[in-house]
Nanobody, 124 residues
Framework: QVQLVESGGGLVQAGGSLRLSCAAS????????MGWFRQAPGKEREPVAA?????VTVYADSVKGRFTISRDNAKVYLQMNSLKPEDTAVYYC????????????????????WGQGTQVTVSS
């Protein structure tokens, strides 16, 4: 059983930056495929970025060039720069323990473990 705990959310003005962290415990971290998702009010949960155990990354088109996912020891990070009001959402960390079918942004149902989420609010 893997436990995930996110931190680092908050309120920031448009154009600003935030760094989210997700601490993982209870599993073999290097074997986990890790992802960040977000969910805005009234919208479906959408993938933002993902990273393999060896650091290969993939991003949603909406955040390419602005967000960076990384991992170190038992943590995964999401550095968010040039934030926009449309980035406002609850951000979730997720882990996939099952074998990968290929590199990509898997949908939420294909992840095995989830954190509780952290709110990110970008004011205009």
């Amino acid at each position: 059983q893997v436990q995930l705990v996110e931190s680092g959310g908050g309120l920031v003005q448009a154009g600003g930056s935030l760094r989210l962290s997700c601490a993982a415990s209870g599993g073999t971290f290097r074997t986990l495929f890790m992802g960040w998702f977000r969910q805005a009010p009234g919208k479906e949960r959408e993938p933002v970025a993902a990273i393999t155990g060896i650091g290969v990354t993939v991003y949603a088109d909406s955040v390419k060039g602005r967000f960076t996912i990384s991992r170190d020891n038992a943590k995964v990070y999401l550095q968010m720069n040039s934030l926009k009001p449309e980035d406002t959402a609850v951000y979730y960390c997720a882990a996939r323990q099952r074998s990968l079918r290929g590199l990509g942004l898997y949908n939420p149902a294909e992840y095995d473990y989830w954190g509780q989420g952290t709110q990110v609010t970008v004011s205009s």
